[in-house]
């Protein structure tokens, strides 16, 4: 896989899709401890007809890097990417973290997103008692019990207990250096205030049964938009993986211009 070095990480990447036709690439950012392959559905779809990128965030999947601070330094190392690939605009898609990240960077450079998608997203974090309680507990649990707490409760009920397992051991594998760090990322992060200067046409999608972040945090960022249309759809926090063709279509029509 391609690697960028940027600011002493390697940020390992995926190019797919062709190149000459019309619409501008899409960009996929995912969420805290999760990786690229989050968006394996969606790049096996859209990469037949366009320009796909996604990426491991540092210290992530299979980026080395650590020390980063703030949700806006990691939107620094997705614009790095976008500069190195020579993406002038592109439709950028977020989920959880990766929609902070997101937000964070059309409020940056609102000239490099043409349209953008979130997917279980919210401008001001606000954390339910329980997350406060297992955040507190982070330090007196072993690591690997955290993380498990952590994606357990990020599903609806009824999904595969295999494949919540696979997902657990994916982001264990996430440094606990990393992790920590970046949940005091998403904790100070905070564009609620100012999201109503997001002019991009915006798509909104959050799963119903979301306890991470819950779909009424949501809402009230999307009464700020400019142009936000929003889908709830019947799923948990890990809409990418648990319901991932409903995800791809509502997309699909996003971009298309079709809205049912």
């Known amino acids: 896989m391609p690697q960028l070095e940027v600011d002493g990480a390697a940020l390992t990447y995926d190019d797919e899709g062709p190149r000459d036709g ?56 997705v614009l790095a ?93 996430t440094p606990r250096e990393v992790v920590m760090t970046l949940y005091g990322a998403m904790r100070a992060f905070d564009v609620l205030d100012r999201v109503g200067e997001i002019r991009t046409p915006t798509l909104m999608i959050h799963g119903y049964h979301d306890v991470q972040l819950p779909v009424g945090q949501m809402l009230r960022m999307a009464k700020a938009y400019q142009d936000a249309e929003v889908r709830i759809i019947d799923a948990g926090h890990e809409l990418p993986v648990e319901r991932p063709a409903e995800l791809t279509a509502a997309i699909d029509r996003f971009l298309t211009g079709a809205r049912n």
């Not at 507990?137 to 690997?144: C, F, G, Q």
Request: contains cysteine; proline residues 3%; hydrophobic residues 45%.
């Open 81 to 173: 990417l976008l500069d190195h690939l020579k993406i002038e605009r592109c439709v950028l898609v977020g989920h959880s973290m990766g929609s902070m990240i997101a937000q964070s960077l059309a409020l940056a450079h609102p000239d490099r997103v043409e349209r953008m998608v979130l997917v279980n997203s919210i401008g001001r974090m606000a954390y339910s008692r329980g997350r406060g309680l297992l955040m507190a507990a982070s330090t007196r649990v072993p690591y690997k019990l955290f993380v498990a707490a952590n994606i357990q409760r990020a599903f609806a009920p009824g999904h595969p207990r295999e494949e919540i397992r696979a997902y657990i051991r994916a982001s264990a594998a």
């Open 22 to 77: 019309g619409d501008v690439p899409l960009v996929l950012v995912h969420g805290w401890t999760a990786n690229r392959h989050r968006w394996d559905h969606q790049l096996a779809h859209f990469a037949e007809r366009r320009r796909v990128v996604r990426l491991d965030l540092r210290g992530h999947g299979e980026s080395s890097g650590t020390g980063v601070r703030t949700i806006d330094e990691l939107a620094r190392d």
